[in-house]
């Protein structure tokens, strides 16, 4: 009995140990950040309530390995302010911007100091008045928390890393796959570099190496699957695990936007100057040296010559990228061009056609007028072309309501109409297409369907793995695939593929300061 009580005491002890240490010296890290690609060639706005705003304890569920059961949640006093993330779209308003980064700044102040910060942006933003949102977001926060605060950032590498983002961060990092497969892994990454730093006691990285490369391409032209992307991001790894190496990346960049930022860009950081300096110099010359060989991760073809292809094909189901209006890269999500396009083609005017999935196009009227007719009946109306109507003005649909959907987080509200043997998918709102999910909830089956229709690029993984043939038709909108049609005035010149005689960039390491500099 003795013995036993004295082990109570002992474990007693323990516990109220292990609490003094919690209170008064685990890390304190802020969570804060705002995501978005905007195409600054859509006539497309994007207002606060896209973003889908979550603050405090909400933020964690961003993150699977912030769960509340993970050592990285439990070792750590965080404080998650607000983080927002929405579909790529138009420039932000103004407003909106302001309104966030407000919000994120107030609940910044009430919890001060910090030890470090978790800064999670995709780095993309286009903001009305703004040449760099993402610079100017970090150093408003900055002003707040102070120099001293340890900031960790993690991007999408289809973002754009300015001197100034660069120079506010300490440390910094992006996605090494596109499709981005490994998100989260690479948020984890950035999370994990931040504690370790802070705990081990070495603090910030003595040495920021940043590097812009003068190469702008889209990202179905660097997707990792294939070369001479997938060799590029794969030496990226081994090059960390040197001593004196804490981390490095390279950014494709954003290439729908026409801003001074928008351009490749290589960093790595770390304690050992010769070994960063190596690091991205390697990274910036391969870069280079591999820029005429980048080419579409799938063939292209005019709109006319992929539909010909689907319809002569075996291969079912057979998809179509309609490239151009891309709401996934920023596109409005609305361009009526291909919808009518495809409506017209006789192949498909009877129920015996091929039978074709067009997903999709916004028309709340039409989704208005479907829920109060309901299903079986028959629906006639406009859809499309609200915000971005330069190629083909709102198309008039006539058909039968096949299934309607509610409660999608995007769409709010879908309605399949049947024209002949085309299955149109309108939305409340517009929304992404990327699982067969999507598809089945609306009744309708991508694996025996004859054709698929996605306002997409590159196939995410559900519906790469879901294909027998695919085309990526070259259509036109706001996410453009043929960049020299795109009306470029403010993007640093000289820049590939828009210029290819120019002498070899300058590709060696400009240094950065530390934010304890600044």
Same mark, same amino acid.
């Given at each position: ?13 323990i516990i109220i140990s292990g609490c003094s240490i919690n209170n008064n010296n685990i890390p304190k890290i802020a969570i804060a950040g705002l995501a978005i690609e905007s195409s600054t060639f859509s006539p497309a706005t994007t207002e606060e309530k896209a973003f889908h705003a979550k ?10 390995? @912030? ?6 949640? /439990? ?52 903001? /009305? ?23 960790? $950032? ?36 950035? =999370? ?6 802070? *705990? ?22 660097? #997707? ?6 997938? #060799? ?9 695990? /040197? ?38 110099? $390697? ?22 010559? #992929? ?101 999608? =987080? ?48 590159? @196939? ?7 294909k027998k043939g695919w085309i990526m038709a070259l259509t036109p909108g706001g996410v453009d695939q043929n960049l020299e049609r795109l009306n470029y005035k403010r993007i640093k010149r000289p820049m590939f593929p828009f210029d290819k005689d120019f002498d070899n960039p300058n590709l ?7 934010? *304890?500099?600044?």
């Amino acid at each position: 009995m003795k013995k036993n009580f004295h082990k109570f005491i002992f474990l007693f002890l323990i516990i109220i140990s292990g609490c003094s240490i919690n209170n008064n010296n685990i890390p304190k890290i802020a969570i804060a950040g705002l995501a978005i690609e905007s195409s600054t060639f859509s006539p497309a706005t994007t207002e606060e309530k896209a973003f889908h705003a979550k603050t405090d304890n909400d933020v964690f569920s961003f993150y699977p390995f @912030l769960s509340k059961d993970s050592i990285l949640r /439990q070792n750590i006093n965080w404080i998650p302010t607000l983080r927002g993330h929405a579909l790529p779209g138009g420039i932000v308003t103004k407003e909106a911007y302001e309104s966030l980064v407000s919000k994120t700044l107030d609940k910044l102040k009430k919890n001060m100091p910090y030890d470090g910060l978790f800064f999670d942006i995709h780095g993309a933003m286009s903001v /009305q008045g703004l040449d760099d949102p993402e610079g100017d977001f970090i150093t408003r926060i900055r002003k707040v928390i102070g120099n001293k605060t340890f900031i960790s $950032t993690s991007m999408d590498l289809h973002g754009n890393v300015s001197k100034i983002l660069a120079e506010e961060t300490d440390l910094i990092t992006c996605y090494r796959m596109a499709p981005h497969e490994d998100a989260i892994e690479s948020k984890r990454r950035a =999370v994990k570099n931040l504690i370790e730093r802070i *705990n081990n006691g070495k603090g910030k990285p003595k040495y920021k190496a940043w590097i812009p490369v003068p190469i702008l391409l889209p990202g179905e032209k660097t #997707s990792t699957r294939v070369e001479p992307a997938k #060799s590029l991001y794969s030496k990226i790894k081994p090059l960390t695990k /040197q001593e004196g190496v804490i981390d490095a990346a390279i950014w494709v960049g954003y290439p729908w936007a026409d801003e001074p930022r928008n351009h490749g860009v290589v960093m790595a950081t770390g304690d050992n100057e010769k070994q960063v300096k190596n690091v991205a110099e $390697t990274l910036a010359e391969n870069f280079w040296s591999v820029r005429n060989e980048f080419k579409f991760v799938a063939p292209t073809a005019t709109l006319k010559e #992929s539909i010909d292809m689907a319809i002569n094909s075996s291969e079912k189901p057979f998809i179509i990228s309609d490239m151009g209006d891309n709401p996934t890269a920023g596109g409005a999500g609305d361009v009526t061009w291909t919808l009518d396009k495809i409506l017209k083609r006789s192949e498909f005017n009877s129920k015996n056609g091929p039978s074709l999935i067009y997903a999709s196009i916004p028309g709340p009227k039409l989704v208005e007028k479907a829920i109060k007719i309901g299903i079986g009946g028959r629906v006639k109306e406009f859809v499309g072309a609200e915000v971005d109507n330069r190629y083909s003005p709102p198309l008039l649909l006539d058909g039968e309501i096949i299934s309607i959907f509610h409660g999608d =987080v995007h769409a709010e509200t879908e309605v399949v109409v049947r024209n002949g043997s085309v299955f149109v998918i309108v939305t409340k709102k517009r929304k992404p297409y990327h699982k067969e999910l999507d598809f089945v909830q609306l009744s309708l089956n991508p694996k025996k369907t004859d054709i698929i229709v996605v306002k997409i690029g590159y @196939l995410v993984p559900e519906l790469f793995n879901l294909k027998k043939g695919w085309i990526m038709a070259l259509t036109p909108g706001g996410v453009d695939q043929n960049l020299e049609r795109l009306n470029y005035k403010r993007i640093k010149r000289p820049m590939f593929p828009f210029d290819k005689d120019f002498d070899n960039p300058n590709l060696e390491v400009r240094w950065i300061k530390s934010s *304890n500099e600044l």
